[in-house]
């Protein structure tokens, strides 16, 4: 699902809204998130998961194109895991179990 397709969603479900307001909604909820996972904190949707950030040491990487040695330097990469609730509806939606 992406962005215009989650909008559509809301003012199908929600018919006392209109489209400027839902935009509105979808945007500063998206602006919120990514607010608190840049000043290093964390997100808990109850049911549906939990978006925070792990940081990554700086390396030495390889452009795959050219094989030069290149610097990368530390970054905090984002991270989503999924509430039990949701783990339980994807798993049980799935008709064949998890190999492992």
Do not use: C, H, W, Y
Request: charged residues 30%.
């Amino acid at each position: 699902m992406i962005r215009s397709e989650l909008k559509s969603a809301l003012l199908e479900g929600n018919s006392t809204l209109n489209a400027k307001d839902v935009d509105a909604i979808v945007s500063v909820f998206f602006d919120e998130i990514i607010d608190r996972l840049s000043k290093g904190g964390r997100v808990e949707l109850r049911g549906f998961g939990t978006f925070t950030t792990r940081p990554q040491q700086a390396r030495t990487g390889r452009n795959p194109k050219t094989g030069v040695s290149v610097e990368v330097e530390a970054f905090r990469r984002p991270l989503f895991r999924a509430g039990r609730d949701l783990q339980i509806l994807l798993n049980a939606a799935s008709s064949s179990p998890l190999k492992r």
